[in-house]
């Protein structure tokens, strides 16, 4: 098979995969379309729970009640379809690597999934119930806390993926360390910069209180430590094979 045969060929698979890809998230979200409105509001749940009595949502926009439920059951059909898409991508990148690249990669795509929605997780149950307590309890005398939906949407969004990217900490770490970007004895010597810069990003990330900006501060320190502990294991089994004793 000459090199155009063999690049036409790629790209039908790569053609294949992403249709797969493409069917199995529509097939998820057609299902869950009937629970759209559910869905909303149990990812409402955490801001409901703190209003004051008869506190609700409002929609300022005419499409905005059937559009966000729509966003929401998108957003819920990607997470439940990704081990899917993983499977796919993989299936098409893993026969062009080496067998010890694919050992290395495949334990590094599930950890980098897995953490992602760990940090999703970690900010519907613990984040978010701090957060809006806070807002609530802030609001001036008089003024009542009525959020547009598409606005909240926008909100968690924002922070899912702020905290599914704070825990892709140790992977990124372990990846620097293992391309030789980085030595592990490096990264212990900027580790007080890593925790004010991580003090720094919950600052930015959550609202003006100690306490939110410590539940995504604490968490990337810890797992910055987690990544340096993996890396080194990670340095001792990549030793050059001139570096190793006779």
């Known amino acids: 098979m000459n090199t155009t045969e063999t690049f036409i060929s790629h790209l039908i698979e790569l ?20 629970f759209a409105n559910k869905i909303y509001t149990l990812l409402a749940h955490p801001l409901l729970s703190k209003l004051p009595s008869g506190g609700q949502m409002i929609a300022t926009a005419v499409t905005t009640p059937f559009l966000v439920p729509m966003k929401v059951a998108m957003l819920a059909a990607f997470i439940i379809s990704l081990p899917y898409t993983l499977y796919q991508v993989w299936s098409f990148v893993a026969p062009g690597l080496y067998a010890q690249e694919r050992r290395f990669m495949a334990p590094i795509v599930l950890a980098s999934s897995l953490l992602f929605l760990a940090g999703m ?24 806390v009525m959020t547009d939906i598409g606005n909240y949407l926008d909100f968690v969004i924002t922070l899912f993926i702020a905290f599914g990217l704070a825990f892709e900490v140790p992977v990124a770490v372990v990846l620097l360390v293992r391309f030789g970007w980085v030595d592990v004895s490096k990264l212990k010597e900027i580790r007080s910069y890593v925790i004010v810069g991580a003090f720094v990003l919950g600052a930015i990330f959550t609202p003006p209180d100690v306490v939110s900006q410590i539940m995504l501060a604490v968490p990337l320190w810890l797992l910055y430590e987690v990544g340096i502990l993996a890396a080194g294991f990670v340095q001792k089994r990549t030793v050059p094979p001139e570096a190793e004793p006779e």
Do not use: K
């Not at 797969?20 to 299902?31: H, S």
């Not at 997780?121 to 009542?144: D, K, N, R, S």
């Open 15 to 34: 053609r294949d995969r992403l249709l797969r890809i493409v069917i199995g998230f529509v097939l998820v979200f057609i299902a869950l379309i009937p």
């Open 121 to 144: 997780c970690f900010a519907y149950f613990l984040v978010f119930p701090v957060v809006f307590g806070f807002i609530a309890t802030t609001a001036p005398e008089g003024v009542a």
